[in-house]
Each structure stands twice: as C-alpha cells, then as structure tokens.
C-alpha cells in the first residue's frame, strides 16, 4: 500500500480539516488527562501524549446506548430499534495497543455465531488511524509481551510513524486510502522507510516490563481451586476501574427505562469485579467474594478468551497497573500464576 510524508506540524491541521466532514474522535487534553473524544469545532487535538487514560473502545461500544425504544398505543406497544445506525467516523491517534484491543473486540462482537450490529455498524463506518508509540513509554507499558508492538498497524487503517520532523504515513486498509486526500501529495522514499523500521527495533527494545502471558494458560487450565487465589484479591476495592479502563473489557447489563408511554432499552458497561454482576434473583451469588471475581477476571484474560478465541484478551496498555487505587498489578498476578 501507498505511503507518505506529512510534516509533523500538520498533523492537527488534518485532524481538524476532516472534522469539518466527519465525526472525528480525538485525543483532547482535560487538566490533567488525556482522553478520547468527539473534536469540536474549535477543539485542539493534543497528540504529544503516551496514552490516553480512557480506552477509544467506547467508541464501538459506548458506555450506555440506546438499543431499541418503545411506545405503549392503543393499539399494542411499537418498538423502533436502534440497531445498525452510526455515523462515518475517524478515530484518530491511538496508540497500537489500544488499536490490537479493537481485533480482539472484533473476535467477540462480530463472530460466525453471534453479530452484535450495534458494534458492528460502528466499527465498518470508522477509520482507525494509529499513532505509533516511538517515544519512551511508560514503566508500566507491556505490550510485546502480548502479541503487539509499539509500531504496529494490527487494527488501523492508516498507521502514522514519527521519524523526526515528518511523519510516515501508511495506508493499511482500502479504508484507509479513502482517506488519502487528506495527507498531501508527498511520496515516502526508501530512506524513511529505513528511518522507521530503525525506529520501530528501538522502540521495541525500549518495552523492558515483560510477563509470561503465553505461558501461564495450561496453568490456569490445572488450578481453578489453587489456594493461590486467596492471595490476590484482599485489598481490592471492587471499584471497577481496571474493567471500565481496559481497552478489552466488554461486560455489559441490560436494562429497560419507562417513562409514561414510552421507554428505552439501553445497554451499559458492567464489571465483573462488582458483587452485584453475578448476583442472582434470588440472592444467592456464585461469586460470593472478590476472591472468585478476581479468578474470573484472569481467567478470562488468560484462558477462557485463548479457548473460546485462540487470543489473549490483554494489550499491554498498563492502564489497570496504573489506576488501580490500591497496586493490585496484573503483571505480578501472571508472574505468580506462571510459578504455581
Ligand atoms: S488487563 Fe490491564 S494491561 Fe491488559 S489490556 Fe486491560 S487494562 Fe490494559
Ligand atoms: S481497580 Fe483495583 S481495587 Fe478496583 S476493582 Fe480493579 S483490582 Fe480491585
């Protein structure tokens, strides 16, 4: 596929240019984090970050949507869903990790047995451009470790490379060439192609946090009642904040909102570290403590997700290490894991 040089000052200037024809979702500056949202017209896109603290996922899959809504009539009720409806959208600059997290999400919600349309009609009207990770990154960034890369087009459809005063602009996806117009006129030469990959071993080398992530599944596979999972989970909180941040995360409730006539059936994130996610009607909850949702939660990650989808559900983005209010670190729980 094609590839391009832009100069790095224009990069804002493209992003707000295709604002004016498209939902373009950005990373904006908001005291002190960075987060994924819908430009505005007068909106700056900020893209000297590492990486946002909420993951673009909601994107294809919001916090709350609507999924149909309702009318009670005389005549009986009549229901309009909501289904397959997105505007043309550009998620621009993210990071590859949280672009892997989008391939991963597609295993799930847009499988041979099960199509959810309203991810799916969200995912084919969006361009992803990524943004390559080739400055220092975080202690907590573990991505190799996962099956990605800080230069990597896994999940984009146009992947921006920084090589110094230019960026390398490559065209992933036919999606992405659609979008060409937008890039200028001027073609890569050999010598920025060398410039990148040179880059790119660097910024490989520069990931130095590593987990046995591919080692520990016929592990877990042995020791669903390992006493080991007493050990993890005493400080826990049950705040949900490692589930609502990780790009991966897809647990969602359903629940119905009636007011007079009319109503709408809305679905929103959940988290399986909340006691009430697996609390049943009649009171009796399966996983009775944080001990049982923590297990969950890393079974899920590192062996039930490599079962049902041969992938690990985890990229590497560091936000759980990072936000978790009390240090519970995912990276020491595989660690141990891969000891037992
Ligand atoms: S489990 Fe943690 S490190 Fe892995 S993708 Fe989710 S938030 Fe990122
Ligand atoms: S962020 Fe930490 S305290 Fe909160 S639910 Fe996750 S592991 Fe528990």
Redesign the pocket.
Known sequence: MEKRLIKKDALAGIAKKMAGDFLVWAPVKKEDNILFEPLQKDGEPYFAYLNSKN?PKNVFFPHTEAMMKFTRTEKGMVFSSEENKADQSVLFGVRP?DAH?FVLLDKLFDQEKYKDGYYIAKRQNTTVISLACVQPPYA?C?CTS?DGEPVSSEGADILLVDIGSDYLVEFITPKGENLAKYFGETKADAAAETKKNEIAAKAKEAITSKIPAHEVKPILDKNFDNPFWNTIHGKCLACGT??Y?????HCFDISDEVKGSDGVRIRSWDSCMFPMFTKETSGHNPRVSQKERWRQ?TMH?FKYYVDNFSAI?????????MYCPVNID??KVVEDISKL
């Open positions: 993951a990790c997290s907590t573990f996962v490692c589930t941040l990780c790009p991966t995360c939660r990650k559900a985890c990229v590497g983005c560091g936000r759980c290490v995912i990276r």
